[in-house]
């Protein structure tokens, strides 16, 4: 307990948006992860994670609801600030929750509070059509910005469920040019959530910055996946794409590197895992 911190050392140089870049255009799968407090982030972050994200999915994980709808600033800035303190080399996401953008300036406001208070390196929206001034606002204060498309679990009431999105081609060409859209206001990331193979693959293809799946099927630059669905600590159903790394492994690290490797030699996500 006393020890965990000091007795990392830094063999690797921190994971930066240019390292991202790079990986993408390298075609190197860029491993992602969410965690939510300190002693987390330490196994994650030594497993070799590219990218942390500190998830409004603490809303459900961590505090028990049933959507990410109730979580506030504080909850993420509070959260944030406990992984911060266990990352040496990945790069550190924190989701602006529900609400929290409203507005270019209200985005702001609280995107400093995530990054002054919290410890992060970037902020994550979930952004359509209507975000993209948020975006450009964010980026003109030079904010760093992931932007969330496809299922966007804040809208869960409007949408009426946790449902895969872009299914048909007229709604998959509409996400693809929001895509580019975010791409051109200033987003850094573009994270990808329960879509279609063939719609990951084409905006993965489209863009120059990097896109992180999670349901997106195998063709996008990099996989993330909730923390506690993969160490098979989540209870009751879980989505398609996850998968229990757990299962075989005796300790969380050994997992955790199982999925760092397995998103690495892009055994992940297999057939089952992914929507067609
Ligand atoms: O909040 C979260 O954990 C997320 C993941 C689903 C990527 O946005």
């Keep these: ?50 990218l942390v994200l500190v998830g409004d999915s603490l809303g459900m994980v961590i505090q028990g609801h049933d959507t990410t709808v109730p979580v506030t600033v504080d909850d993420v800035v509070y959260h944030s600030r406990t992984v911060a303190r266990g990352l040496r080399r990945a790069f550190l996401v924190a989701d602006m929750p529900f609400m929290s953008y409203a507005s270019p300036d209200q985005a702001l406001e609280n995107a400093v509070r995530l990054m002054q208070e919290g410890g992060a390196m970037m902020i994550k929206l979930e952004g359509g059509a209507g975000q993209i001034d948020i975006v450009e606002h964010l980026a003109a204060h030079d904010i760093p910005v992931c932007a969330h498309l496809g299922l966007k679990p804040q809208s869960v009431h409007k ?18 040019g929001v895509a580019k859209r975010l791409q051109n206001a200033g987003a850094d990331i573009v994270l990808l959530e329960c879509v279609p193979n063939e719609v ?3 905006i993965t ?20 996946l909730v923390l506690y669905d993969i160490l098979d600590i989540t209870q009751g159903r879980t989505p398609k794409f996850v998968r229990n790394f757990q299962a075989d492994h005796n300790s969380p690290l050994d997992a955790l590197r199982a999925y760092v490797k397995a998103v690495r030699d892009r055994s992940y996500p297999s057939p089952e895992h992914c929507f067609s």
């Design 159 to 176: 949408i009426g469920g946790f449902k895969v999105q872009g299914r048909d081609s007229k709604k998959a060409k509409e996400m693809l």
């Design 1 to 50: 307990m006393y020890t965990q911190l000091e007795q990392r050392g830094m063999s690797e140089p921190p994971v930066n948006v240019s390292t991202l870049r790079a990986m993408k255009e390298k075609g190197e799968p860029i491993a992602c992860l969410t965690a939510y407090d300190a002693s987390y982030a330490v196994l994650v972050d030594s497993a070799g994670t590219d």
């Design 200 to 202: 990951g693959k084409a």
């Design 205 to 224: 293809k489209a863009l120059a910055v990097p896109v992180i799946g999670i349901g997106a099927g195998p063709d996008v630059d990099g996989q993330i």
